[in-house]
């Protein structure tokens, strides 16, 4: 059972676009979401966060929007770049500290 | 500050072979979990150790084993190797009280 769900599985943008990947999940228990970026060959690296009791977080051009009713939560990355192309993973984690992540979207971006 | 850090990176077992991986927390951070990612899927949760302690564990059988020592690295163990355990394995560190987990860079290992 994929307690994460993640879509879409892959993304083609030009330079300069602005890609959302979108996160939707189930169990009431996750208080934390975290979004990682993965490159070939290499471990995910963490992006951005977000707790349940804010709806918005930026970072540089990295936003995650949450809406905790709908138990749905995204990223979108801003002025896209070709060094962003890579797979991007949502993760959602309880209170024991497990995590559950999404199945994963690549991106490219093109010049 | 040192990062997370895996070895070997890559190993090629064959089936009913025994396997041990090995992982180094980042500084201070007492807590390791392991990770499963199987190619084109997200990293599946093996378990956790929080003063040498298992302290959760995923939807893996007996046969997927850990040890946390006193410094916080950690050893994963597989035994009787099966086709389907080829994959990532990736460790990853936090502090105590959970958040941020860095990720290593894994160990690729594949069965034959």
């Known amino acids: 059972q994929q307690q994460v769900k993640q879509s879409p599985q892959s993304l083609i943008v030009q330079k300069g676009g602005i890609p959302i990947i979108n996160c939707a999940y189930e169990n009431t228990a996750f208080d934390y979401f975290p979004w990682y970026q993965q490159f070939p060959g290499k471990g995910p690296a963490l992006l951005i966060a977000i707790r349940p009791d804010v709806s918005e977080k930026k970072e540089g051009r990295f936003t995650i929007s949450f809406n905790k009713s709908a138990k749905q939560f995204s990223l979108h990355i801003m002025d896209s770049q070709p060094g962003d192309s890579a797979t991007y993973f949502c993760?959602?984690?309880?209170?024991?500290?497990?995590?559950?992540f999404g199945t994963g979207t690549s991106l490219t971006v093109i010049p | 500050e040192t990062g997370v850090t895996q070895s070997p990176t890559h190993l090629i077992k064959t089936r009913g072979q025994q396997v041990t991986l090995r992982c180094s927390s980042q500084?201070?951070?007492?807590?390791v979990s392991w990770y499963q990612q199987a190619l084109g899927q997200g990293p599946q949760f093996i378990f956790q150790y929080y003063r040498e302690e298992e302290n959760g564990r995923g939807n893996f059988p007996p046969r997927f084993s850990g040890l946390q020592f006193p410094n916080y690295s950690s050893e994963l163990n597989v035994n009787a190797l099966e086709l389907d355990d080829s994959a990532l394995y990736l460790c990853a560190s936090s502090p105590s009280g959970g958040q941020p987990q860095h990720f290593g860079d894994g160990t690729r290992l594949s069965i034959l």
């Open positions: 500084s201070g951070h007492n807590t």
């Open positions: 993760a959602a984690v309880n209170t024991g500290n497990q995590f559950y």
